[in-house]
């Protein structure tokens, strides 16, 4: 019978969750090589031992994310093999309908969080796991599984600092095999004592025989005690073998006899046996079993359904009913505050308004940020809601995905967007899947804030306008705020919203004094606004491109070109609406101005959009104003040669009205 391996573990007991796992893993591999199951599965054969003996030492309310070798985590923690493997033939009835495959399913009712199919990964969120747990002061323990060759791995050296500068309770368990991939781990590190570089991050490490269930308990045991007691966390370097190839198709042409002996002579389920001399008889049933429970599952997984393609796109973001319920607070009177102090004053409404909201960065804490946006934040609130953290972006993120998962919302600041290139990984491969792969049974609620763009002085790694590349993403908002008081509405509005959301700052703007209305309801993460109405042309942009947009229009005015500026505010979710009637109110002359390069940039999605939706209907006359397609320099000289000004907006609209006059007239 299934189920969760038992605290009280036994050699039987052991056997048979360790056989569950092996005969499972060998169904998969033959099942993919009759072409019945689609594409890579990587199998955990021979590293049986680790999971079972570690789940017997765990309490119900600890967590776990696996490696994309996980299948064996999932059974160990009580995860139906029916489901686990329809999960893998991507049927309607698996873990996730199919959704997440043999590499990132996830179980949350049995505490699997899930698979992380890139390495290392799972780490810096185990991380925010733990330190969620914490705030919301849960006897909670994550456990989090990596293979040696993820130690190579940058983020998994910045969750092991993060981790023990907050004195995390998180236990990583390096699955040792001796192969990062395909090529010898041994081949590839100078020293391989594994644990020694947790030991240099000041974390207790263990050396223990992963072959061995009972040695994985016992090392699991004293690191959950140390991790309950504060003092995590651990970091076990479990040695074990692989008993096969990195993924179910892997000739293994570059792996030698002798090494496949060795594999074979320290299998964990064999040595078992002979280790507890099991009686034969005993041995007999329990294989017979096993294997009766594993065809049911195959042919359950083969007879089960495909999921349905209409629901292909839920569960990308949340529905109206999901978002963060605030109070309205009673309005203030308008008072004249910088962008700068209208954040900081969201940012103090929304740590009043939820206890459990966590604010943190590089110098975020105790300076108050590198520009004084959470000055005063963390003397008010304390160093456990406002923080500072190392130097160590992917770690910052991967701590705000995983306390979102655990139910804590946060605020983290990455210093400059450029710096967010380092640790895109948790928000392009993590934050954003984290709704649709568990069919929104796990969210991420989580505001990262940046600020970009170019200013005097700042070099190409500290002034590029990256609103295009975040806005590709499915899953994720994006919004830039052009005034204070869209700087106070929008910081609030993405702390609220339960899905990850983007706030791009400029900061260029964060002296700019304006009117903010403080107080009030909190408003949702999307919709466009008019700063200006007219109808010679529409002008559409966002962020600090506003102002700029609207001094042309004011000159264009001076003219007799009353010109309207739509600004988009949020680009995901995009207000196709606004949209629609800036074309149409300017009968189809629009200018498009960004900071961001020309090609690429987010001006050509608008142009698209116009195209297809008006094309058939209204002669447009579509043109962008964007920087030059060059790095950013760090003279002003040079800056204002780059970048898109005034009057090439002006001659722009001009050019676009009369190319809309020359085609109506035919002249």
Not at 10 to 38: K, P, W
Not at 344 to 372: T, W, Y
Not at 485 to 494: I, K, P, V, W
């Amino acid at each position: 019978m299934s189920g969760r391996v038992s605290a009280s573990l036994t050699a039987q007991s052991a056997l048979e969750a360790m056989l569950r796992i092996r005969r499972f893993e060998e169904a998969v591999q033959a099942e993919s090589l009759t072409g019945a199951i689609d594409g890579s599965v990587h199998l955990c054969l021979g590293q049986e031992a680790i999971p079972v003996g570690a789940v017997s030492a765990m309490g119900q309310n600890d967590r776990v994310i696996a490696t994309y070798r996980g299948h064996g985590w999932a059974l160990a923690l009580g995860s139906d093999p029916d489901r686990v493997m329809a999960e893998i033939y991507h049927r309607a009835t698996g873990l996730n309908g199919g959704r997440a495959g043999s590499p990132l399913m996830s179980d949350p009712s049995v505490g699997l969080l899930g698979e992380n199919s890139i390495v290392g990964a799972g780490v810096p969120i185990a991380g925010g796991v733990a330190l969620g747990a914490r705030t919301l002061g849960e006897d909670r323990v994550v456990v989090v599984s990596v293979g040696d060759g993820a130690m190579s791995q940058g983020s998994v050296t910045e969750a092991m600092v993060f981790a023990a500068a907050q004195s995390l309770p998180v236990v990583i368990v390096c699955e040792n095999n001796g192969w990062s991939e395909m090529t010898a781990t041994e081949s590839l590190l100078r020293g391989q004592a594994l644990g020694s570089r947790a030991s240099a991050l000041g974390i207790t490490a263990i050396a223990v025989d992963g072959n061995d269930p009972f040695a994985v308990r016992n090392a699991m045991q004293e690191a959950l005690s140390q991790c309950r007691r504060g003092e995590g966390p651990v970091f076990l370097d479990c040695a074990t073998h692989r008993l096969g190839g990195h993924y179910n198709r892997d000739l293994q042409h570059y792996r030698s006899s002798t090494d496949r002996a060795l594999a074979q002579e320290s299998e964990p389920i064999a040595r078992l046996v002979v280790e507890h001399a099991l009686d034969a008889s005993v041995v007999d049933q329990v294989e017979t079993a096993i294997v009766a429970e594993i065809d049911s599952a195959v042919r359950f997984a083969a007879e089960s359904p495909h999921p349905d393609p209409t629901t292909a796109l839920d569960h990308v973001a949340a529905q109206p009913g999901e978002f963060i319920a605030r109070p309205a607070l009673p309005k203030e009177t308008a008072a004249t505050l910088t962008t700068q102090k209208a954040i900081n004053a969201a940012l103090r409404s929304e740590l009043i308004a939820d206890p459990r909201l966590l604010v943190f960065g590089e110098d975020v804490g105790h300076p108050g940020g590198i520009f004084g946006v959470s000055r005063g934040l963390q003397k008010e609130f304390g160093p456990g809601r406002v923080f500072d953290t190392p130097i160590a972006e992917s770690s910052i993120l991967g701590a705000a995905v995983g306390a979102g998962i655990a139910g804590v919302p946060t605020v983290a600041e990455i210093m400059w967007a450029d710096f967010l290139f380092v640790a895109f990984d948790q928000v392009i491969n993590q934050a954003s899947n984290v709704r649709y792969l568990n069919e929104s049974r796990l969210t991420a609620p989580l505001t990262i804030r940046l600020q970009q763009g170019a200013t005097p002085g700042s070099c190409a790694q500290h002034a590029q306008s990256i609103e295009a590349i975040l806005a590709h993403i499915p899953g994720i908002k994006v919004g830039l705020p052009s005034t204070p008081q869209d700087a106070y509405d929008m910081t609030r509005a993405a702390i609220c919203d339960p899905d990850p959301t983007i706030i791009v700052e400029h900061r260029s703007q964060y002296q700019v004094s304006g009117q903010v209305e403080l107080g009030g309801a909190v408003e949702r993460a999307e919709g466009a606004h008019w700063s200006r109405r007219g109808a010679a042309a529409s002008i559409v942009t966002w962020g600090a491109m506003v102002p700029t947009a609207l001094e042309a229009a004011e000159k264009l005015a001076d003219n007799g070109l009353e010109v309207g500026v739509l600004d988009l505010r949020w680009l995901r979710p995009l207000d196709d609406a606004a949209l629609d009637e800036a074309v149409l109110e300017s009968g189809g002359v629009v200018v498009v101005a960004h900071e961001a390069v020309e090609q690429g940039g987010f001006g050509a999605e608008i142009v698209a959009r116009i195209s297809e939706r008006h094309f058939s209907r209204l002669a447009t006359s579509v043109r962008r104003v964007a920087a030059a397609e060059v790095r950013i320099p760090a003279s002003a000289v040079l800056q204002r040669a780059v970048l898109p000004g005034v009057a090439r907006i002006v001659t722009t609209v001009r050019d676009a009205i009369r190319s809309a006059s020359v085609g109506e007239t035919g002249e």
